[in-house]
């Protein structure tokens, strides 16, 4: 038996109703989860990674040399989304879209740095649902600032990379750090659709066997799953074509392939969600047409039934008829000839039945 589903918990825009713009008012979805955050600097031959302390976070600036990653977990510490976006010169804007988180996917460019927003899910097969958090990232031209809900490890990867020696991504400039950054969340996607393409693959193959209640269920739960996934793929691949644009040129030229291969990949994204989608709709009609099919059954079942017993019910109604003067009425042996009469009939029925395959199943 599924677990119950949880509720959750969350924050309703109307709170910020009246408020002046840039109010560090939380929306979303509350994911208790302690902020902590992480500093990255590195170079083509340093690297320095560490955990900064509430003295550390009223200390920061941006970099004078080399390059600086910010990872922050947990955007509900409004005063240390304050100190950062003041440390960083971020518009008041862009710290309520951080601290927002039901955001969606968008790219806004400022002066001196671009503000990303982008969607990472991830899908819990055990209860089929889907889950996501708000990735928000501040690309300028020598720091990355990513701010994620929770601590999902999604990013680790690309630490791993930077903490190996003569790294490529140390080479080169905060911009490819935010690139790969980008790749992550899409890859995450890929994550996402697999694994849904293997349920609803199993699911089709129990729908075919013995439809219920339970396998509809499950449907609605996956398309509900491909439902949350399209409402963030869609607007993502407009960010990222925008990206690739490279009007404000926060991107280099040695980057802009690797954006449209993340281009790509969104493209294969929605095309796969589409399948899925397909695949979903037409389970339903399978179920809707098996339902279907097994209603005709039964009807089909209590119609050669009622028509058995219907010569049987005419003749008991015509011995029943008061006359004085019947054939076999007065006869000794008048009730098992109508009996007789009543058997030969179903059984020439039965055999007329089973000759047009109306007692089989088809």
């Known amino acids: 038996m599924k677990k119950p589903r949880k509720l959750l ?22 994911k208790a989860a302690p902020a902590v955050v992480k500093a990255f600097e590195y170079d083509a031959e340093n690297f320095d990674e560490r955990t900064l302390t509430a003295a550390d976070i009223t200390n920061l600036k ?3 040399k080399g390059k600086l990653w910010l990872n922050v977990h947990g955007v509900h510490d409004a005063e240390a989304i ?5 440390a960083f010169g971020l518009h008041p804007l862009v710290m309520e879209d951080i601290f927002n988180t039901d955001q969606r996917p968008k790219a806004d460019s400022y002066d001196k740095y671009i503000f990303i927003v982008a969607r990472c899910f991830y899908y819990d097969r055990a209860q089929m649902e889907i889950s996501s958090e708000q990735v928000s990232l501040v690309l300028g031209s020598n720091f990355v600032l990513s701010f994620q809900e929770r601590a999902t490890g999604s990013f680790e990867p690309v630490r791993e990379r930077m903490r190996a020696a003569r790294a490529h991504i140390r080479n080169l400039g905060a911009d490819y750090l935010a690139y790969a950054l980008l790749d992550v969340v ?32 499950n449907i609605h739960q996956l398309k ?19 990206l690739i644009r490279n009007d404000d040129e926060f991107f280099t030229t040695h980057t802009l392939p690797y954006l449209r291969d ?19 709709g037409g389970m339903m009609d399978i179920y809707l047409s098996s339902v ?30 008061n006359f004085e003067v019947m054939p076999w009425l007065k006869h000794p042996d008048g009730f098992w000839f ?4 009543m058997g030969g009939i179903a059984a020439i029925m039965i055999m007329i039945f089973w000759r047009r395959q109306w007692l089989t199943r088809r």
């Open 224 to 242: 509900h799953c491909s439902m949350e996934l399209r409402r963030a793929v869609w607007p993502l691949r407009e960010v990222i074509n925008g």
């Open 82 to 86: 304050k100190q950062i976006g003041q």
């Open 186 to 217: 899409v890859d995450r996607y890929f994550i996402a659709l697999e694994q849904m393409g293997d349920d609803a693959g199993l699911l089709e193959e129990k729908l075919l066997r013995r439809p219920s209640t339970t396998l509809l269920h």
């Open 292 to 321: 279907s099919n097994r209603v005709n059954m039964e009807l089909r079942a209590l119609t050669v039934v009622a028509m058995l017993f219907m010569p049987a019910t005419l003749i008991a109604g015509i011995f029943g008829m």
């Open 262 to 280: 993340v281009y790509d990949h969104s493209v294969h994204v929605i095309e796969s969600l589409e399948a899925i989608r397909d695949l979903l």
């Open 9 to 30: 918990t969350k924050i309703k825009r109307s709170k910020k109703v009246g408020l002046p713009a840039g109010s560090l008012v939380q929306a979303g979805e509350i």
């Open 62 to 64: 941006p970099p004078a």
């Open 338 to 341: 109508s009996m007789g009469l």
